[in-house]
C-alpha cells in the first residue's frame, strides 16, 4: 500500500495527543498503520502520543501496548514509592532509559525508527516560561531519549525534567492539540488521534489544583496549566470545523471506558487498545474515495 502522499497527492500530518494510560488508543491506531503499510509525511506527538510515534516510526509492532499493559503495572514504572523516593511519581527514566535502550528489555530499534522517512516533533513545555517547545526528530541520539521523558513529565505528578540547561514538563500542557504547528509545516491535511471523545470538551476546574501546586515555584507554567482546557477545547473547536472541510480527519473512541489519565486496569486499557485498532480503518475508507 503506498502512502497516504502517494494517494492523495497532499501531504498528511498525523497528531497523537498523548493522554497517560489512555495512549493505549493510539498505539492500536499505529499497529494498524504498520500493519497496512500506512505512512505519514509529518508526525508529532504529545506526552504519551510521542512514545506512541516512535514506536511506530521505528515499525516496533505491539510495542507500546506491552508498556500500557505490561510495564505500567510495575512499582518501577510509576507508584508510591517512586513518589516518595524522588518526588515524582512516574519514573521517566526507567521507561525511556532502563526498558528502552539498547540494553534494556524492549528497546527502541533506534536505526529504523531514524530510517523512517517521516519527520518528527515532540511537544514539550517550558518550565519557566509556559510555552512549547518543539523536540526534532534528527536531534535524538540513540540511547537518549530525553525529549520522550520531557514531553511526558506530567505536572506535580513529576519535578520537572531537565534538557540540556532547561526543565520540561508535558507538552499538553501548553499546546494539547498542535494543528496550527502541523499547518504550519506545510501540511494540507491532518489526522488527529485523541484518547476521548471527540466531542469531548475538558473543564477548567480540574486543572486548578495542579495551577495552584506550581503557583509559588513555577508560576508561568502554573498559568500555562490555568489556561489548558481552554486552549484544548479552541483547537478542538478548530478541529471539528476542519473536519467537516476534509482538512482533519479525527479519530477518537467513543468511549474511554472509565478509564483516567493513569488508571491501570488491563480489561479496559487492551478494549481501548483494539478500539483505537478498529478504529484507524477509517484511514483506508478515506483512501478508496480520493484514489
Known sequence: MASLQEKKRIKTAVIDVGGGTRGIYGAGFFDYCMDNDIVFDHCIGVSAGSANLVSYMAGQRRRNFQFYNEYAFRKEYMSLHNYLKTR????????????????GENPVNYEAFMAHP????????????????????????KNHYEFLKASCCVPVVNRPYPVGRGLFFDGGASDPIPLRRAFESGCDRVVLVL?????????????????????KK???????????????????DIAL???????VIIVAPDSIGGLKTLSQDHQALEALYEKGYRDASVLERIMGTTR
Not at 516533533?121 to 541520539?141: H, M, S
Request: hydrophobic content about 35%; cysteine-free; charged content about 30%.
Open 241 to 247: 470545523r476542519l473536519e467537516k472541510k476534509g482538512r
Open 118 to 141: 517521516a519527520n518528527l516533533e515532540i511537544v514539550a513545555t517550558n518550565a519557566l516560561t509556559g510555552k512549547p517547545v518543539y523536540f526534532q526528530k534528527k536531534d535524538i541520539r
Open 218 to 236: 513555577y508560576p508561568q507554567m502554573a498559568r500555562a496549566m490555568a489556561r489548558r482546557a481552554a486552549v484544548y477545547n479552541h483547537y478542538l
Open 88 to 103: 515524582s511519581y512516574i519514573d521517566l527514566d526507567y521507561i525511556y532509559s532502563t526498558l528502552s535502550d539498547e540494553h
Open 195 to 215: 484518547t476521548r471523545p471527540k466531542n469531548y470538551h475538558r473543564k477548567g476546574g480540574k486543572d486548578r489544583p495542579f495551577a495552584a501546586a506550581l503557583k
